[in-house]
């Protein structure tokens, strides 16, 4: 495979220049798949503007959909992000685990709902009328539903451009289950 190099500040267009700084102010760095999209004049802008869209959902409830989006996708470097920010957001080692798992012992409605994502990720979109019904009983409606597909949207956008790419994981490596 091609080695995907990894653009610089200096090697990107003004506009994602500004969008690398706007990175580096929140979160220290821009992180390689981030940068990877800025190899487009219009990728990077796009999707952190999809991303960081409103929602009905939760940050924990983003990050049971990120987390089993990627785990789905084998998606290393989603699952290493991931299981960095799920821990900002209060979840342990061992619910991420759990989380990837699809088995939530802590929380049956993130369990639904991490049940739903994992049906709709590995069934193309066409979770079982099951899974939909048991997230409506755990308290979803269809507003919630439309934001989860976004949401299922979004990390297989990162998840498929990390698997093009095979860029380095600059996050602590998530474990292996």
């Known amino acids: 495979m091609k080695t995907f190099q990894i653009p610089t500040r200096e090697q990107v267009s003004p506009a994602n220049q500004g969008l690398f700084?706007?990175?580096?102010?929140?979160?220290?760095?821009?992180?390689?798949?981030f940068a990877a999209f800025a190899k487009s004049e219009t990728a990077l802008g796009n999707y952190?503007?999809?991303g960081g869209g409103k929602t009905?959902?939760?940050?924990?409830?983003?990050?049971?959909?990120?987390?089993?989006v990627s785990q789905v996708n084998k998606c290393?470097?989603?699952?290493?992000?991931?299981?960095?920010?799920?821990?900002?957001?209060?979840?342990?080692?061992?619910?991420?685990?759990?989380?990837?798992?699809?088995?939530?012992?802590f929380d049956p409605k993130l369990?639904?709902?991490?049940?739903?994502?994992?049906?709709i990720?590995?069934?193309?979109?066409?979770?079982?009328?099951?899974?939909?019904?048991?997230?409506?009983?755990?308290?979803?409606?269809?507003?919630?539903?439309?934001?989860?597909v976004v949401a299922v949207g979004d990390k297989i956008i990162t998840n498929y451009?990390?698997?093009l790419t095979a860029v380095p994981i600059d996050f602590p490596i998530a474990p292996e289950l």
Do not use: W
């Not at 699952?79 to 012992?105: C, P, W, Y």
């Open 21 to 33: 700084d706007n990175l580096t102010k929140m979160a220290g760095s821009v992180p390689n798949l």
């Open 48 to 50: 952190l503007t999809l």
């Open 56 to 68: 009905s959902l939760r940050a924990k409830e983003k990050e049971v959909v990120n987390l089993v």
């Open 76 to 105: 290393l470097y989603c699952l290493s992000a991931h299981t960095a920010i799920g821990k900002m957001n209060g979840f342990t080692d061992e619910q991420i685990i759990e989380i990837r798992k699809v088995n939530l012992t």
């Open 111 to 119: 369990n639904a709902l991490a049940r739903l994502v994992k049906g």
């Open 121 to 148: 990720a590995e069934n193309q979109g066409h979770a079982s009328e099951e899974l939909i019904e048991d997230f409506y009983a755990a308290g979803y409606d269809e507003g919630n539903l439309v934001d989860v």
């Open 161 to 163: 451009l990390y698997a």
